[in-house]
């Protein structure tokens, strides 16, 4: 069977309980009554003392003989005068523990009411001899017919009775029983009155103390349920339980290393999971890079491994042919160095821009430059190049990196747009940033293809002219400077109308 921890408090502390109530009960009660004998035979000892002394005085004044005959010869008038001696009521028997007279005139009842008359007790005991009368469990006369002086106590109504007998010996022998009965219920109700105050004591204290340990244990318990439910919340993914107990003491600390304990497991979690992501996309990034790769030298490989073959087949007769051959297979030879060059570009881009020489780097000369280089092929196009460049823009950054980045932008946009076109490059700064501008009145792109420009080996084009030149990097290459630059760039493009590329750097990275 299950039991809660509350339970097996309540439990435990009625079993302690009840054995520790039953115990200090029995123990307290044996000492009260062991402390009301001492008190009551000592009392009887004086009495009996006192009453020895009076009946050898009877005796001396009337000049008899201390002995059973002269006992027996008038009990009554020897139990009024000890009666009147020893101011209580004397009950004669004689050494065999028959009764002889009794000064309160009850024939040795103990019990008796005030008025109960002998004719009375005669009368309600027909057919009896009063004389011989004896009442059930007189067991002190019994004893004291053995030559023991005893007592007895005897429970009546709210009062309690003590009947003491004890013999008269002379000369070692038994000569007569005399009884006194004495009324002992002040001393035996205050004793009782104590024992009934300890019980109600003892019952209060444990009431108290189970009082406490059903608060205490409570107190324990419910932040325990708390922060099991908690647990299984937690177990089951829900990080939105938080634990609220107010308390000043370790449960209070518990409730709190608990909150702090999910808050830090959620964060790891969390870690774990983006991880997780960035791994998987990364995955695919380098499935889909090998993929791409691999089919982009497929094509040229193709073509260089069908031309030998077909010299080799044909022999080298068909001069024409063969210079066909070798200009085809050099194109695809340039296009495969080419490629190659820009997957070289990337792996570098793709290195931290920490192990890059960082410098302060004078972007508008360096961008007058690149325009001066990028002429030749903006004349190839017999396209026309402009320049709006501010003077002095300093950034601080790696100079190989930024020039690949604007031969890269000037490049697409002479290559892509088509012919006669013209392009224009914008250099300026704000208060934080260098802003770059590379706009052309070209074909432009389409805007459901803008959201792949930045991918790599994507090309928007598959115009076969410049697709021998093209592939589908620079974009890519572009991207990871303005990044490793702590840069943004923005592609606006219309079909038709042309595209404009954004770049803004920081001053300062
Ligand atoms: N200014 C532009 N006008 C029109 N299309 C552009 C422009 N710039 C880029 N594109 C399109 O975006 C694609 C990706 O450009 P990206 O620079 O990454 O590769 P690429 O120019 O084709 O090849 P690579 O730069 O590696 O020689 C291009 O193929 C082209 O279709
Ligand atoms: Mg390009």
């Known amino acids: 069977m299950k039991l809660s921890i509350i339970n097996k408090f309540v439990f435990g502390f009625l079993i302690i309980f009840c054995i520790g109530y039953v115990i200090m009960t029995c123990l307290i009660n044996n000492m009260i009554v062991e402390n009301n004998r001492v008190i009551v035979r000592s009392s009887l000892k004086t009495y009996q003392r006192d009453l020895s002394l009076y009946l050898k005085e009877y005796f001396n004044i009337n000049e008899l003989e201390m002995n059973e005959t002269n006992i027996q010869a008038d009990p009554a008038k020897i139990a009024s005068e000890l009666a009147l001696r020893a101011n209580n009521r004397i009950i004669l028997y004689s050494a065999d523990g028959e009764f002889l007279s009794d000064s309160a005139n009850v024939e040795g009842r103990i019990i008796y009411f005030e008025g109960y008359d002998k004719a009375n007790v005669k009368s309600k005991n027909k057919g009896m001899d009063s004389i011989n009368f004896r009442q059930e469990g007189d067991s002190d006369i019994n004893l004291a017919i053995n030559n023991k002086s005893s007592f007895i106590i005897v429970p009546y109504g709210d009062k309690y009775i003590v009947a003491f007998s004890c013999p008269i010996i002379v000369n070692n022998e038994r000569i007569g029983i005399f009884r006194i009965t004495k009324d002992y219920s002040e001393i035996i109700k205050s004793s009782m009155d104590l024992l009934g105050l300890i019980n109600k004591s003892i019952i209060f204290v444990f009431g108290a103390i189970f009082t406490f340990i059903i608060l205490l244990s409570r107190k324990l318990t419910v932040p325990i349920v708390k922060l099991s439910k908690a647990s299984k919340e937690i177990a089951m993914g829900n990080f939105d339980t938080e634990i609220n107990i107010i308390s000043n003491d370790e449960i209070g600390n518990l409730s709190k290393d608990f909150n702090i304990m999910k808050d830090k497991l959620e964060q790891q979690i969390n870690v774990i999971k983006t991880d997780r992501d960035r791994l998987q996309k990364l995955e695919g990034f380098r499935k889909a890079f090998f993929d791409n790769v691999t089919h982009e030298m497929k094509t040229p490989l193709t073509i260089i491994s069908g031309y030998t073959q077909i010299i080799f087949n044909k022999g080298f007769d068909d001069k024409v042919f063969i210079k066909k051959s070798i200009y085809k297979i050099k194109s695809e030879c340039d296009r495969l160095h080419n490629m190659v060059l820009n997957l070289l570009e990337v792996s570098k881009a793709e ?17 007058e430059n690149a325009c001066d280089d990028m002429r030749i092929k903006a004349d190839k196009y017999k396209s026309i190049i402009t320049k709006e460049i501010q003077d002095d823009v300093n950034i601080y950054g790696n100079k190989a990196a930024l020039r690949s980045l604007i031969i890269n932008l000037i490049d697409n946009a002479l290559k892509h747009s088509g012919i006669q076109i013209s392009v224009k490059i914008t250099l300026f700064e704000d208060s934080e940033h ?9 074909k432009g792109i389409a805007q459901e293809k803008l959201c792949k420009i930045f991918d790599r080996f994507y090309k928007a084009d598959t115009f076969l002219l410049v697709d021998k030149e093209s592939s589908g990097l620079g974009l890519s290459i572009v991207k990871q400077i303005v990044n490793k630059h702590k840069g943004e760039i923005k592609i606006n493009s219309e079909q038709g109308l042309g595209t404009e590329v954004v770049v803004r750097i920081p001053l300062n990275i």
């Open 434 to 442: 260098c802003v770059l501008k590379v706009e052309d009145n070209g």
């Open 351 to 367: 290195s931290d821009i920490s192990s890059h020489a960082l410098e302060i780097i004078d972007l508008s000369d360096l961008l």
